[in-house]
């Protein structure tokens, strides 16, 4: 590891697939070019992964964690560490399987890919996007800043919980106008995200067993962006940084960054489901829905799964 010279960024992955992440440390390895420190959380009892081989790291540290919380609950957890070396820009990864899908590698590779992203210097650009433009505050992937609207229904009742923590009088109808990175991986810069690091909320995490929507890792997906809004910055994502990026020259105002990222935000995510699609313009039936497959036998669940390719 590199002590000599400053991180510009900090990576961190929960890593609760090893091989997986024998993948992506390559992926690391091969498209990094510029100091950078890695936290990786795994589950407690794990045996220690793979570090990155780069001579651009400058810091790695791996924390154990209980299994829960999915990729979500370990994040946050590490954001609080002391022992973490203080940073501005962060990128949170995570070993995404999402083994309910035929598409999941496939899924994986995209999100991945596409936060790591570089001009032909070598430059990540969520990074430069982030280190020039301070009204951002978090970047999701290429086609992965969702609406909001239509996609929170059956994790309503735990996303309020959560903002309720920060800020007492949310209604919801204040979730609604804004977006959510998909997939849970993003470019994000620290300050943005401080009231998820001064809060606790690890209560709000129930017991790992397979869940696909409805949890408080579900719910926090959709309220990073929510969060980095409250604390008065922008969400945007990849495809929002070259556009961005070239407008330099003159700077632009606050309302004409909001309509650049607006303007230019990609129509048409490659990796949606129609039968998501159907459920969030029918909200009502997916609440009924998700009950009764909550109260179905696993083995059931797993029919089903097969059946529809999920």
């Known amino acids: 590891m590199n002590h000599t010279s400053q991180a510009d960024f900090t990576i961190f992955v929960h890593v609760y697939y090893p091989v997986i992440w024998e993948e992506m440390v390559d992926e690391l390895d091969t498209l990094i070019r510029q100091p950078f420190d890695l936290v990786i959380t795994r589950p407690a009892g794990s045996r220690p992964v793979a570090r990155a081989k780069s001579s651009y790291l400058r810091f790695a540290t791996e924390l154990e964690v209980d299994n829960q919380g999915r ?38 590779r995209f999100l991945v890919g596409s936060l790591l992203q570089a001009e032909s210097s070598g430059r990540l650009l969520g990074h430069k996007l982030l280190a ?72 709000l995490f129930v017991r790992e067993s397979g869940q696909l929507d409805g949890t408080a890792a579900h719910a926090f997906e959709r309220l990073f962006a929510f969060v980095v809004e409250r604390e008065g910055q922008l969400a945007a994502s990849m495809e929002n940084a070259e556009p961005i990026l070239r407008s330099h020259g003159a700077p632009l105002s606050r309302p004409e960054l909001i309509e650049l990222i607006s303007n230019s935000l990609a129509q048409d995510n490659p990796f949606a489901l129609p039968l998501a699609d159907f459920w969030r313009h029918h909200p009502a039936l997916l609440k009924c829905a998700h009950a009764i497959y909550a109260r179905l036998p696993k083995s059931t669940v797993r029919l089903l799964r097969r059946s529809i390719g999920r």
């Open 132 to 203: 020039s433009e301070p009204s951002i505050g978090l970047i999701a992937p290429q086609a992965h800043l969702l609406p909001l609207g239509g996609r929170a229904s059956i994790n309503e009742e735990v996303m309020l919980k959560a903002v309720r923590r920060i800020e007492a009088n949310v209604h919801p109808s204040m979730l609604e106008g804004s977006r959510f990175p998909a997939g849970s991986m993003f470019w994000f810069r620290r300050n943005a995200l401080r009231t998820l690091i001064e809060i606790d909320f690890a209560d």
């Open 71 to 108: 990729d979500v609950l370990p994040f946050l957890m590490a954001l609080r560490q002391r022992s973490v070396p203080l940073f501005d820009i962060g990128l949170k990864l995570h070993t995404k399987l999402s083994p309910h899908r035929g598409d999941g590698d496939s899924w994986r």
